[in-house]
T-cell receptor, first 115, second 115 residues
Framework: SAVISQKPSRDICQRGTSLTIQCQVD?????MFWYRQQPGQSLTLIAT?????????ESGFVIDKFPISRPNLTFSTLTVSNMSPEDSSIYLC????????????FGQGTRLTVV | AQKVTQAQTEISVVEKEDVTLDCVYE???????LFWYKQPPSGELVFLIR??????QNEISGRYSWNFQKSTSSFNFTITASQVVDSAVYFC????????????FGQGTELSVKP
């Protein structure tokens, strides 16, 4: 299994500011995924990040709001830009892994509160 | 289109009762994977099980068991002799082979086990 370290674990931010979340994996992975979990809701995929290419965003999510970097095979960042209270969520990083790359491992999440 | 439905939003049981969490999925792929995750109040996602579409054998792990039935597109999860520590939100998720580690989550079932 992959070990994923996500930072920060939580933060309280002022509206209008930006926060960058880091995701570090202990092994090289091709695909990394960023999810959002709004309060009391399920997880929704924001984007898929492959090393060396632009991230692929899901419907309803745009690069200007959630820019993603993927500089190498073990690291990625997600930035939440120009935050509003509606961005208050848990943000989770995930990587594929396991046999035939069919398992999904998650970081511990970043609990973001925007005030 | 792929979809996961967890019709039970909340379930409340008394300790030592058995409880079954339902999960129904939709997919057009012939190769896919089904997952269950546990999310305690701390927020992290704890992996419980992964099944592939070619393996309908039921699985038991301690007090946990899973019933996978392709004929009804269901992947139900039973906890036997529930304990207070089982209280959490449980998510069922689907991954299609063509999508790598990208997961589609159900809405989650909040299980409350009372002493």
């Amino acid at each position: 299994s992959a070990v994923i370290s996500q930072k920060p674990s939580r933060d309280i931010c002022q509206r209008g500011t930006s926060l960058t979340i880091q995701c570090q994996v202990d092994s090289q992975v091709t695909m990394m995924f960023w999810y959002r979990q709004q309060p009391g809701q399920s997880l929704t995929l924001i984007a898929t990040a492959n090393q060396g290419s632009e991230a692929t965003y899901e419907s309803g999510f745009v690069i200007d709001k959630f820019p993603i970097s993927r500089p190498n095979l073990t690291f990625s960042t997600l930035t939440v830009s120009n935050m509003s209270p509606e961005d208050s969520s848990i943000y989770l990083c995930s990587v594929e892994g396991g046999r035939e790359r069919t398992e999904a491992f998650f970081g511990q999440g970043t609990r973001l509160t925007v005030v | 289109a792929q979809k996961v439905t967890q019709a039970q939003t909340e379930i409340s049981v008394v300790e030592k009762e058995d409880v079954t969490l339902d999960c129904v999925y939709e997919t057009r792929d012939t190769t896919y994977y089904l997952f269950w995750y546990k999310q305690p109040p701390s927020g992290e996602l704890v992996f419980l099980i992964r099944r592939n579409s070619f393996d309908e054998q039921n699985e038991i792990s301690g007090r946990y068991s899973w019933n996978f039935q392709k004929s009804t597109s269901s992947f139900n999860f039973t906890i036997t002799a529930s304990q207070v520590v089982d209280s959490a939100v449980y998510f069922c998720a689907l991954s299609e082979a063509s999508q790598g580690g990208k997961l589609i989550f159900g809405q989650g079932t909040e299980l409350s086990v009372k002493p």
